[in-house]
């Protein structure tokens, strides 16, 4: 048998600082077994604070645990009740029996321990799965509140050594203790950390690179011949609203002119194009550093739908299983309710666009001077602002439809039902995030008409208009804003929220006694077989783990969803927003150890779940780039103008056909993206009346300008329009194919298993297999 190797894969990990393992770590779970703290607690309150018909139901519950011979000791304090669940030693090795010979499990688990993180998930689902007469299960009894609170509980040497070795903020800049993580809460939740901090890790390079783009944005600021030709023009552009707005001179938004040009300039397009190389080559290592710890730990052919099997007959070994169940009925109706919910988000999109515009005339029409002079500046912000509490209210709405259409389906397992429910979730978040970004980025100013020909929201309201300078801006502004709300707000919500949670708990009740001197030198040290705490101490115990904030099986899913939403914001219009990886960074280093400080000190100990990978999130992850790829592709080559400048300098401009000048081949750049409205035309002096084109100045103005390419005799669209968008569409295939020819090179260049986890898997089924032979000849 060949002497055991650390992974190079982990090693790798370990020397970038991505991981932080003790070269003596227990890859396999330790053999502990701890009687000292109960398996699960349930508390209820006393018969004094609840109705006889509850209290009823809670004595029948127990009675039914005492029938599987669970031990349940009874504690109360004041006017609650403390059940402390502890299973007996022969359901585990009934358990390792059953995964040994189970067909995907047994290769797949040390069969010779059975640690408490397995015996809280076997104790879970027996509790979960066990009815009373009437027929209600424990979610049930929650419900009606016959049981307040049920949950697991921490132990108190491993949170410490959790809490110093990675709990603290102190931490955040130090790898991360994975294998530890995954002794403590199960590999679901380890694979979950090892994910985010390679994430992170990765988001370094495109921060970098970002900063870069931002900077040589910010080289030209000055010299630029765009910025010098808006900012010196006495150009009269045609008013913004109707009534009240008046001509206006293009030279007032020099200021917005250098902002667009900090973030839609000739970077941008590589950035871009490397973002979706990099997208691809984050997930493919992934997939190596997954495959690598999975190995370490032996949980690669690990099927949780197989171990959920095992343990409905630990619970009930007459149990009949539960069948696969399809029904078209079902699956059109989940269809019908899935579009009209995503119909509902896009329809909330339409109603932030009407805000948008209605804001607009009001700001420009009050009597703030300067809002007036900036209305579309802060319609465009206080939409984004409105956006984000559009997004606040709808993350609630979209759970609840969710959670409903994954009970229509009647999935089988409970795997089943949270791969449904991500990808429900998810898909009604990405249209709540995205549907107002994507009209901002492909919509705005490109369906608001023209003078004389304007597009009018119920005939009253005219849409908004790009600024001469491009629209990027405003897709800038848009993702700025809500990244910005949301990773501040979230964090401040999801660190204070438990923590303030949990001292107005303890401000309620009298404080405890302290631990006797016996038990805590037996909680300091391995406790031996039969040892217990004293009712004193496991009250203690049990009380300051009641203190701490619930979690649910869908809190991991939260943090989940939150970071992949984020990488969809770094990736999809990151042409727009260059320093996107750069603020996911830093929010990402704060949040890694949020989560780990939250998680190990501030709510209950999660039900350890063990598991192979992170499930459907990585088709998620993806799919999201993939549509990164079509979105830059179009951001660069429909939203930006970064085409029309191409086409200007090589057809139209001072050095179109090869001629070499003494001037910038961009001058004239921006007045030849200008269109005339004159007031001699019937359609435009009934559009704008005269007082409207009075210049600040006091100068009556025959014409006025606006940006579209037009003829200024019938308004039709000019040769040179549909010139550049015959080439806008030409690049975003261009685009489009290369990228996507170098993401697949880059995903086939690196495997995504190293081949020493291929060769240590093959190893380890011929030593299991020689071992089954020798044990069956004996």
């Given at each position: ?164 070795s990675w709990a603290r903020w102190t931490a955040c800049l130090q790898g991360q203790p994975i294998t530890a993580v995954r002794n403590y809460f199960g590999e679901k939740v380890a694979l979950y ?167 607009a005339v009001l700001l420009a029409e009050g009597s703030w001077e300067f809002l007036s002079n900036h209305s579309s500046g802060g319609a465009m912000m206080l939409g984004a602002v409105f956006h984000y509490l559009i997004i606040t209210v709808m993350t609630r709405v979209n759970r609840i439809v969710a959670m409903k259409l994954c009970e229509i389906e ?369």
């Open positions: 048998m060949p002497v055991h190797r650390r992974q190079p894969s982990i090693e790798l990990l370990e020397f970038m600082g991505v991981v932080r393992e003790n070269g003596n770590e227990q890859t396999s779970l330790p053999p502990v077994h701890t009687p000292l703290s109960y398996d699960y607690v349930l508390v209820a309150k006393t018969i004094d604070k609840q109705e006889r018909g509850a209290f009823k139901k809670q004595t029948e519950y127990i009675e039914e645990l005492k029938k599987k011979n669970l031990k349940v000791t009874k504690i109360i304090d004041d006017d609650l009740v403390f059940y402390g669940i502890q299973a007996p030693k022969e359901i585990f090795e009934k358990y390792r029996y059953l995964l040994k010979v189970s067909d995907a499990c047994n290769w797949s688990s040390d069969q010779n321990i059975v640690p408490l993180s397995t015996r809280i998930r076997i104790v879970h689902f027996i509790l979960n799965h066990t009815p009373i007469c009437s027929g209600e299960s424990l979610r049930d009894l929650m419900k009606m509140k016959v049981f307040e609170a049920k949950f697991c509980l921490h132990e108190k040497k491993k949170q410490r050594e959790l809490k110093e950390y090892l994910w985010l901090g390679w994430y992170t890790y990765l988001l370094i390079p495109p921060a970098v690179i970002g900063v870069i783009v931002f900077l040589y944005g910010l080289a030209f600021f000055n010299s630029s011949p765009l910025i010098k030709e808006v900012c010196e023009a006495d150009t009269v552009m045609c008013p913004l609203c109707d009534k009240r707005c008046k001509v206006w001179q293009l030279s007032d938004t020099c200021t917005y002119a250098k902002v667009s040009l900090l973030f839609d300039n000739n970077g941008t397009v590589l950035f871009a194009m490397f973002m979706a190389v990099w997208a691809t080559l984050f997930l493919e290592f992934w997939k190596r550093h997954r495959a690598s710890y999975v190995c370490e730990w032996k949980v690669s052919d690990w099927c949780e739908e197989e171990e959920e099997l095992i343990l409905e007959i630990l619970n009930d070994v007459n149990c009949e299983p539960k069948e696969y169940k399809h029904s078209y009925l079902r699956s059109t109706l989940v269809l019908f309710c899935v579009t009209a919910m995503i119909l509902v988000i896009i329809g909330l999109t339409h109603a932030l666009v009407v805000f948008r515009v209605i804001t009647e999935t089988r397992s409970f795997a089943a039902t949270e791969k449904s429910f991500t990808v429900k979730m998810f898909t009604f978040q990405f249209f709540t995030y995205f549907s107002s970004l994507f009209y901002v980025a492909f919509f705005l100013g490109r369906i608001n008409g023209h003078p004389g020909g304007y597009v009018r929201i119920s005939g009253k309201w005219r849409l908004e208009e790009c600024h001469p300078s491009g629209c990027l801006t405003d897709l800038f502004v848009q993702m700025a804003i809500i990244m910005i709300l949301k990773q501040t707000i979230s964090n401040v919500f999801e660190f204070t929220g438990p923590w303030f949670c949990r001292w107005l708990k303890r401000r309620r009740t009298q404080k405890l006694q302290r631990k006797c001197a016996h038990c805590y030198l037996k909680d300091d040290s391995e406790a031996k077989q039969g040892a217990e705490l004293c009712d004193n101490c496991k009250l203690r115990d049990w009380v300051s783990n009641y203190h701490l904030n619930d979690v649910d099986s869908f809190s991991l899913f939260h943090e989940f969803l939150e970071m992949v939403i984020q990488f969809s914001f770094t990736t999809i219009f990151v042409a727009a927003f260059p320093l996107a990886p750069l603020l996911a960074l830093i929010n990402n280093v704060i949040e890694i150890r949020l989560d780990a400080i939250k998680m190990v000190t501030l709510e209950r100990r999660l039900v350890p779940k063990k598991t192979n990978d992170i499930g459907v999130w990585i088709d998620v992850l993806e799919a999201i780039g993939v549509l990164a790829v079509i979105a830059n592709g179009l951001v660069i080559g429909v939203s930006s103008d970064f085409i029309p400048r191409l086409v200007y300098r090589y057809h139209y401009g001072p050095c179109a056909n090869g001629t070499v000048t003494d001037i910038d081949c961009m001058t004239g750049y921006i007045n030849n993206t200008l269109s005339f409205a004159r007031m001699d035309d019937q359609n435009i002096g009934n559009e704008f009346s005269a007082s409207q084109m009075i210049t600040p100045s006091g100068l009556n103005v025959s014409y006025c300008r606006y940006k579209d390419y037009r003829s200024n005799e019938d308004y039709s669209f000019t040769p040179q329009f549909w010139l550049i968008l015959a080439v806008r569409f030409a690049f975003v295939i261009l685009f489009e194919h290369v990228v996507v020819i170098c993401k697949f090179v880059a995903a086939w260049f690196v495997p995504s298993a190293p081949i020493q986890v291929k060769n240590d898997r093959l190893f380890d089924k011929l030593n299991r297999l020689k071992e089954e032979l020798r044990s069956s000849e004996v």
